[in-house]
């Protein structure tokens, strides 16, 4: 059984691809991106995003209206809990992945974890019911 958990990000992850792509190394984590672009195929390439991970980071301050609507239709569509974020820095990212169980699980893969997002909007769970 594969015990790695996959985990998608929608948006504002150009810049700091790399830097995200290093803090997830140690964790039995595979990091996937997407950078909320929707023409051409990038609405396939989402869908297909959502569908492979096993949760979703979706970074609102970057991304279009469509990219964050789409992407919360899909993460239901599909039963993926999600994290809505304004930013995702290095910290936050951190933050998120000790958060995470040690390996998807029917019984945590859908449950909702105590973390709360930094910042002015600390009392909105980041992890929320897309």
Known sequence: MNNITRLGVVGGVERAFRHLLD???GHD???????????GSGERELSSLVQRCDVVIV????????AV??????????QRPCFIVRRLGTQLFE????????SPSNETKHSYAPFRSG???????????C
């Open 29 to 39: 984590i595979r990091v996937e991106f997407h950078a909320g672009h929707m023409n």
């Open 59 to 66: 970074v609102t301050g970057v991304n279009s209206h469509n």
């Open 69 to 78: 609507r789409r992407t919360r239709e899909l993460t239901r569509l599909y």
């Open 119 to 129: 910042g002015h909007d600390s009392q909105r769970p980041a992890r929320v019911n």
């Open 95 to 102: 933050e998120i992945l000790e958060s995470l169980p040690a």
């Open 23 to 25: 803090r997830s190394l």
